[in-house]
């Protein structure tokens, strides 16, 4: 059974950073793509960013391009996204999902929180 | 960007009822089309991929059609546990963007 768990949500001010884990167990995680999507309270869905399973290309959304890192250790089946210069409409939850356009899973969520 | 917008935003229904909700892509994005199911506090599911086909495991009760611009998506007799949030997402190019969701609810 595919399972993903995320980790590394916290309170942070604005400008802070963070680091978020997604620990995949279940599938031979190097084979596959990776994303990061997130949900503002009370509002819908946003795809953040894309890893390939290589590690070779990654894919930003333009609201986070520049601030956030996308990244992966295959040896460790694990998902990272490296959160910089974080701004108050960062706060949400965020997702690891598998795949690049199609996420068949979905980890429970981490709360980000920014504020001062 | 493609923005996907789903309709209605809410929706009130009762336990056996027949609901659509429909999503309508700003440009043609063949069978692009994904539905998530978002129950309350929880992760978002996969329901249905590529606008019809039926995720492994997902009731047969759900099922969504269109194609180009206009999509559906089905339950035709509400279950219980069915009172959730749904979301379409185009799967066409990036950035890969979701409708703003439909929640529904029990009347």
């Known amino acids: 059974e595919v399972q993903l768990l995320e980790s590394g949500g916290d309170l942070v001010e604005p400008g802070g950073s963070l680091r978020l884990s997604c620990a995949a167990s279940g599938l031979t995680f190097s084979s596959y793509t990776m994303t990061w999507v997130r949900q503002a309270p009370g509002k819908g869905l946003e795809w953040v960013s894309t890893?390939?399973?290589?590690?070779?290309?990654?894919y930003y959304a333009d609201s986070v391009k520049g601030r956030f890192t996308i990244s992966r250790d295959n040896s460790k089946n694990t998902l990272f996204l490296q959160m910089n210069n974080l701004r108050v409409e960062d706060t949400a939850v965020f997702y690891c999902?598998?795949?690049?356009?199609?996420?068949?899973?979905w980890g429970q969520g981490t709360l980000v929180t920014v504020s001062s | 960007d493609i923005q996907m917008t789903q309709s209605p935003s809410s929706l009130s229904a009762s336990v056996g009822d027949r609901v659509t909700v429909t999503c309508r892509a700003s440009q043609s994005i063949g069978s692009y089309v994904n539905w998530y199911q978002q129950r309350p506090g929880k992760a978002p599911k996969l329901l249905i991929h590529?606008?019809?086909t039926l995720q492994s495991g997902v009731p047969s009760r759900f099922s969504g059609s269109g194609s180009g611009t206009d999509f559906t998506l089905t339950i035709s007799s509400l279950q219980p546990e069915d009172f959730a949030t749904y979301h379409c997402q185009q799967s066409y190019d990036m950035p890969y963007t979701f409708g703003q969701g439909t929640n529904l609810e029990i009347k």
């Open positions: 999902a598998k795949g690049k356009g199609l996420y068949d899973y």
């Open positions: 890893l390939t399973g290589s590690g070779g290309i990654t």
């Open positions: 590529t606008a019809s």
